[in-house]
């Protein structure tokens, strides 16, 4: 069992409390699940700072019978690229992870390694929102410490292999947050004009960008891993549902960029 790392940071521990909170993100947020949404990129950070923009991607998603899940790895532990297999505990409940895809993967670059997973924020913070929208998933938690263009395409291909031999509907989350600690108006400048490729599919150009401003997003790989499986499995769109960072909660000098988008088929 993985136990939560961040409940009492992150988000509240206690589930009443939890709960109520993510409810107030969906406020004035229509829930109209688009069943077209195959990907979606969602902010990690605390939910004061970032629900807001999370709850309109997961007020847009569809039903899943698994929600893939990637994520950087910020602690450095474990393997370069990790999935979980263990069960996941949060203040809301346990939730499964899909043995059947997990086991289905070639190993080739996904080890399944817990240790990468144990004190790792920025998965476990979309499953309360899972929690909270849906009442039966799995998850597939993938957390990846090697980022560059040419891991995001082995990855993304054992997935996409493993995804492509079930019949089970699949939705792929990267988990990421934009620009970090600069002031908003360059984070919005810096933002938007990396999330541009992102919009367009586009990887290699989103990696051109990143390199071109040296960018702060720290979950650029999931990002790209995301593109890949959703593109590779018919994805032809993608849009911005939000985009917002933490000065808009609490005034502060430098801020941290958030967008909420989502991939379609």
Same mark, same amino acid.
């Given at each position: 069992?993985?136990?939560?790392?961040?409940?009492?940071?992150?988000?509240?521990?206690?589930?009443?409390?939890?709960?109520? @909170?993510?409810?107030?993100?969906?406020?004035?947020?229509?829930? #109209?699940?688009?069943?077209?949404? &195959?990907?979606?990129?969602?902010? /990690? #950070?605390?939910?004061?700072?970032?629900?807001?923009?999370?709850?309109?991607?997961? #007020?847009?998603? !569809?039903?899943?019978?698994?929600?893939?899940?990637?994520?950087?790895?910020?602690?450095?532990?474990?393997?370069?690229?990790?999935?979980?297999?263990?069960?996941?505990?949060?203040?809301?409940?346990?939730?499964?992870?899909?043995?059947?895809?997990?086991?289905?993967?070639?190993?080739?670059?996904?080890?399944?390694?817990?240790?990468?997973?144990?004190? @790792? /924020?920025?998965?476990?913070?979309?499953?309360?929102?899972?929690?909270?929208?849906?009442?039966?998933?799995?998850?597939?938690?993938?957390?990846?410490?090697?980022?560059?263009? +040419?891991?995001?395409? +082995?990855?993304?291909? %054992?997935?996409?292999?493993?995804?492509? %031999?079930?019949?089970?509907?699949?939705?792929?989350?990267?988990?990421?947050?934009?620009?970090?600690?600069?002031?908003?108006?360059?984070?919005?400048?810096? +933002?938007?004009?990396?999330?541009?490729?992102?919009? @367009?599919?586009?990887?290699?150009?989103?990696?051109?960008?990143?390199?071109?401003?040296? #960018?702060?997003?720290?979950?650029?790989? !999931?990002?790209?891993?995301?593109?890949?499986?959703?593109?590779?499995?018919?994805?032809?769109?993608?849009?911005?549902?939000?985009?917002?960072?933490?000065?808009?909660?609490?005034? &502060?000098? +430098?801020?941290?960029?958030?967008?909420?988008?989502?991939?379609?088929?």
């Amino acid at each position: 069992m993985r136990m939560p790392a961040v409940a009492g940071q992150f988000y509240p521990s206690n589930p009443r409390t939890l709960k109520k @909170e993510i409810k107030s993100y969906f406020s004035k947020i229509t829930i #109209a699940p688009d069943q077209t949404i &195959m990907g979606a990129v969602v902010p /990690h #950070a605390g939910y004061l700072y970032s629900g807001r923009t999370a709850a309109h991607v997961y #007020a847009a998603l !569809p039903d899943a019978d698994t929600f893939v899940i990637i994520g950087p790895n910020h602690t450095g532990y474990g393997s370069v690229v990790s999935a979980s297999s263990d069960s996941w505990s949060t203040p809301l409940g346990t939730v499964d992870c899909d043995l059947d895809i997990i086991e289905s993967l070639s190993r080739s670059i996904i080890d399944i390694d817990e240790t990468a997973h144990l004190y @790792e /924020h920025s998965i476990e913070v979309q499953i309360p929102f899972l929690q909270t929208r849906f009442r039966d998933f799995e998850i597939v938690p993938v957390c990846m410490g090697l980022q560059d263009e +040419d891991m995001t395409r +082995d990855v993304s291909a %054992e997935l996409m292999d493993a995804i492509s %031999e079930t019949d089970k509907k699949v939705v792929v989350i990267a988990s990421s947050d934009f620009t970090h600690y600069k002031p908003a108006n360059v984070a919005y400048d810096t +933002d938007h004009y990396v999330i541009e490729p992102i919009l @367009e599919l586009n990887v290699t150009e989103f990696y051109s960008r990143i390199r071109e401003r040296d #960018a702060s997003v720290c979950g650029y790989g !999931p990002i790209a891993v995301m593109m890949r499986v959703c593109r590779g499995l018919g994805a032809n769109s993608a849009r911005l549902l939000n985009y917002a960072n933490s000065g808009d909660v609490q005034p &502060m000098q +430098d801020v941290v960029g958030y967008a909420g988008i989502v991939v379609n088929g």
